[in-house]
């Protein structure tokens, strides 16, 4: 059975510093992984997906996310804190196009 | 733009009412999906659908049914409203086919509050 586990319900950082979001997924076979955003009071968007090409996925709002098979990981990942980045953010995995399975949640502080 | 529009953004109703949510996709997608999201329970997912008439149950299907007589179209539906039933509803579609991540394309979700 596949799974995904988000370290952290809560993330808390400053404006300017880095963001890292950790996520953890089991999965029988080789996954598809994404990371969804979720602005209060809206649905869930895409913000990058590893789809098996380069491990290292760009997406959007300067965010990016490293596969690692070895350690299975797909840690989100932003350089510089904004103000508009706090939202809770979901990881899912999807083993090869069956239905998504999606972790808790982390909700993300940015304090000024 | 491709869109996944949920019918009501927020809903009040009273224990024992019948309740529908309805949910309308313009991507031409096979696949529809029903979620409820509450707080530190994440995501889960009630019923899903590949196909026109087609449903199969989620991880969560009690108290709940499914329509899905067009592609675009995908209904949710509670038979005798609960209060355990107040929460954030979000549907979903994806494709289908050889090119499908399995990414899932959301709605706005609708919240329904049971008194």
């Known amino acids: 059975a596949q799974s995904v586990t988000q370290l952290g319900s809560h993330v808390s950082v400053s404006e300017g510093a880095l963001v890292l979001l950790r996520c953890n997924y089991s999965?029988?076979?080789?996954?598809?992984l994404f990371w969804y955003v979720q602005y209060p009071n809206q649905g869930l968007q895409l913000l990058l997906k590893?789809?098996?090409?380069?491990?290292l996925v760009k997406g959007i709002n300067g965010f990016e996310a490293e596969f690692k098979k070895s350690e299975t990981s797909f840690h989100l990942t932003k350089p510089s804190a904004h103000m508009s980045d706090a939202a809770e953010y979901f990881c899912?995995?999807?083993?090869?196009?069956?239905?998504?399975?999606f972790g808790q949640g982390t909700r993300l502080t940015i304090n000024p | 733009d491709v869109k996944v529009t949920q019918s009501s953004r927020y809903l009040v109703k009273r224990t024992g009412e019948k309740v529908f949510l309805e949910c309308v996709q313009d991507?031409?997608?096979?696949?529809m999906f029903w979620y409820r999201q509450d707080p530190g329970l994440g995501l889960r997912l009630i019923y899903f659908?590949?196909?026109?008439?087609?449903?199969e149950k989620g991880d969560i299907p009690e108290g709940y049914s499914v329509s899905r007589e067009k592609k675009e179209r995908f209904s949710l539906i509670l038979e005798s409203a609960s209060t355990n039933q107040t929460s954030m509803y979000l549907c979903?579609?994806?494709?289908?086919?050889?090119?499908?991540?399995?990414?899932?394309?959301f709605g706005e979700g609708s919240r329904l509050t049971v008194l």
């Open positions: 590893y789809t098996s090409a380069a491990t």
């Open positions: 899912a995995v999807s083993p090869r196009a069956q239905k998504l399975v």
């Open positions: 659908s590949y196909d026109v008439k087609m449903k």
């Open positions: 991507m031409d997608h096979e696949n």
């Open positions: 979903a579609s994806s494709l289908a086919g050889g090119t499908n991540t399995g990414e899932l394309f």
């Open positions: 999965s029988s076979v080789p996954p598809y």
